[in-house]
């Protein structure tokens, strides 16, 4: 049982992992009452999402255990605070990766929550009270209203989960560079988690898309399932050669260890590549493909809670989900094992509810 904190009396359960193993085990813990602020969200479905791996096995160093994690939370609103104006129960909403910030900054009062100093994570953060945040793989959650969004009735809860931080991670570095024009051409470097939505983003606002991978068996599925309009095998020297200086931007989703060179070197000049994968060891840039070419290379983490919801609304009107595999909470560690190998196309996402298995 979690330690409680005063106000923390609602007992909740859940799956956590307990120490750098990294096996999810059942574990109930305590969430606060819902405050004036607050939203208490019924969770239905959460993604699981390759930060959650890092956290687990504590390869980052920061993990507080018990560590429950998920922050692609997606449920229907059972209670809302006196100070709420915005959302109802039985609303249809969602929370990604932020639980709190500091309201003051420069960033906060601009929207931009996810570049606060103070910002704290849905799991495994110091949440205002000073109470650990425990995220998604959890039966219930409370939520202050203002890190809370909508999600469009169009789309199915299970398939919008993902978009909660895979989505806005892509659509954000996409708004910023103004790469959402209609034919433009888009390399996205990654055919995972992030990258299959990135396409979908391109397609859906009329862009040329050019996968790169470094597995050629994803050419079909990258194709004919999602859409895409070329293929680049990336440790194809002849093919990338032939199609050097074509793409005006890049959206490279690697969270593996590699070299930035051969990507700008396929960037037009003045071309713009936006790195939003997380590889744990530092990446290789050389310069001479960004002095010689003028390209910028650029970083991104998710976005602001209004970025957020409009992202969500893009994809409502345009009817971009994630491809999702559905696993039930007994498979957790399964699905967690075959995520470290890249094994799902494109997303777990864990059905939760009271059928599940505790």
């Not at 996409?174 to 396409?199: E, S």
Request: proline content about 5%.
């Amino acid at each position: 049982m979690a330690e409680t904190t005063p106000n923390h009396t609602q007992t909740v359960r859940g799956w956590a992992a307990k120490d750098s193993s990294g096996k999810i085990t059942p574990f109930v813990f305590k969430r606060r009452e819902n405050g004036a602020d607050d939203v208490t969200i019924k969770i239905l479905y959460c993604g699981m999402c390759h930060t959650d791996l890092h956290y687990i096995k504590n390869d980052w160093g920061i993990t507080m255990y018990p560590v429950v994690p998920g922050h692609e939370i997606t449920g229907i609103i059972t209670k809302v605070g006196s100070n709420v104006s915005n959302f109802k129960v039985g609303d249809r909403v969602g929370v990604g990766c932020l639980a709190a910030s500091c309201l003051k900054c420069e960033f906060c009062k601009d929207s931009q929550e996810n570049y606060c100093d103070q910002l704290q994570f849905t799991y495994n953060g110091i949440f205002w009270d000073g109470s650990i945040t425990y995220g998604g793989y959890s039966q219930m959650l409370v939520a202050d209203n203002r890190y809370v969004v909508h999600i469009p009735e169009s789309l199915p809860l299970d398939k919008a989960a993902p978009l909660l931080c895979a989505g806005i991670t892509v659509f954000s570095p996409m708004k910023q560079h103004n790469m959402l024009q209609p034919g433009k051409k888009l390399g996205v470097v990654g055919l995972g988690g992030l990258g299959h939505i990135a396409v979908k983003f391109g397609k859906a606002f009329g862009l040329h898309v050019t996968v790169i991978s470094t597995s050629p068996s994803k050419e079909t599925e990258a194709k004919t399932r999602l859409g895409a309009d070329d293929f680049l095998v990336s440790t194809d020297p002849k093919r990338m050669q032939a199609c050097a200086r074509s793409l005006d931007f890049i959206i490279d989703t690697v969270s593996a260890k590699h070299s930035l060179g051969p990507m700008l070197e396929l960037l037009k000049i003045r071309g713009v590549l936006a790195l939003v994968g997380a590889p744990d060891q530092p990446l290789e840039l050389p310069s001479f493909p960004l002095i010689f070419g003028k390209r910028t290379v650029s970083g991104s983490i998710i976005g602001g809670i209004k970025e957020t919801q409009e992202m969500m609304d893009v994809c409502g009107k345009y009817n971009i989900t994630s491809e999702i595999e559905l696993v039930t909470p007994d498979r957790i560690n399964e699905a967690l094992d075959r995520l470290a190998r890249n094994d799902v196309r494109y997303r777990f996402v864990i059905d939760i509810s009271p059928k599940s298995n505790f």
